[in-house]
């Protein structure tokens, strides 16, 4: 079987390009006009406050998780000596 290019595959049986390819040239040319130029992403903030509540919201989640484990161990401790000594036999 013969490899023939997209190019050459899509002209193969019709004489002109169809209205796929029109679409297809207009959506490239599009996309390299509204693309912007790496000195404006540099200089560019529209996504500093999304990152800025990311960061507060790790730094939230990580102080809880330490506060949890600090605090759940010794409530922990100090559940399972009550438990303890609600059980233990009336003399």
Sequence with gaps: ??????????TAGFGSKGPGD???R????LSRANSPSSK??????????FVEY????????VIGAVAVVGLGIPLLKLYRFAQMVLSLPIP
């Design 22 to 24: 029109r679409i297809v």
């Design 54 to 61: 990311v960061a507060l919201l790790t730094l939230v989640t």
């Design 26 to 29: 207009e959506v490239r040319l």
């Design 40 to 49: 404006e992403l540099v200089s560019s903030s529209s996504g500093v406050v």
């Design 1 to 10: 079987m013969a490899r023939t290019s997209h190019k050459a595959a899509s």
